[in-house]
């Protein structure tokens, strides 16, 4: 499976959107891109995934570009409660995740 | 809540100790995954079962030891434990379906320490 490239971490102020890029050029064509977060020591939580097109739901945005090389996740309006670790991770259905080291965003009141 | 179970939530030990740690899946899930979390190594990929085979194996070590049974529940044994295996233990599940994206669900994991 391909391996992903984050920014080690990020700051967002309250209320802001938080726009979380993720590198993934070795990308395969039947690999998705999903993101999870990690609050504390919790257990990873799904936000969302996508294969080629922009996709949304009621936590983010996921926006791949034409090529599949790089995608962005954006929380639109970004709360207290969104400090956590993001992970971008890409796999095939069916398959083993391997998580990178990720960004730890901070959300600044 | 992701609707995965894991008992139990906290596990003290000794070295050179054997523990089980227990893994209910979503219901309908047919896929279940381990994964490892220490503070130096990140999340791991351990193993993989699908329907009650395994399916996958990551960096899991030869003292430890998976099997997912026919209600689909999983455990995860450690053996001759090390001061070196304590960590976060998760389990996740998905569908494993063929297409479509396979979103896994994880669950609150097993802390385990070594001492």
């Known amino acids: 499976d391909a391996k992903t490239t984050q920014p080690p971490s990020m700051d967002c102020a309250e209320g802001r959107a938080a726009n979380l890029p993720c590198n993934h050029s070795t990308i395969s064509g039947n690999e998705y891109v999903y993101w999870y977060r990690q609050i504390h020591s919790q257990g990873p939580q799904y936000i969302i995934h996508g294969l080629k097109n922009n996709e949304t739901n009621e936590m983010a945005s996921l926006i791949i570009t034409e090529d599949r090389k790089s995608s962005t996740l954006i929380l639109p309006h970004a709360t207290l409660r969104d400090t956590a670790v993001y992970y971008c991770i890409v796999s095939r259905t069916g398959n083993q995740f391997y998580f990178g080291t990720g960004t730890s965003l901070t959300v600044i009141p | 809540d992701s609707g995965v179970t894991q008992t139990p939530k906290h596990l003290i030990t000794a070295t050179g100790q054997r523990v089980t740690l227990r893994c209910s899946p979503r219901s309908g899930d047919l896929s279940v995954y381990w994964y490892q979390q220490s503070l130096d190594q990140g999340l791991q990929f351990l193993i993989q079962y699908y329907n009650g085979e395994e399916r996958a194996k990551g960096n899991i070590l030869e003292r430890f030891s998976a099997q997912q049974f026919p209600d689909l529940h999983s455990e995860l044994n450690l053996s001759s434990l090390e001061l070196g295996d304590s960590a976060l233990y998760f389990c996740?599940?998905?569908?494993?379906?063929?297409?479509?994206?396979?979103?896994?669900?994880f669950g609150p994991g097993t802390r385990l320490t070594v001492l």
């Open positions: 996740a599940s998905s569908v494993a379906g063929t297409s479509g994206g396979d979103t896994q669900y």
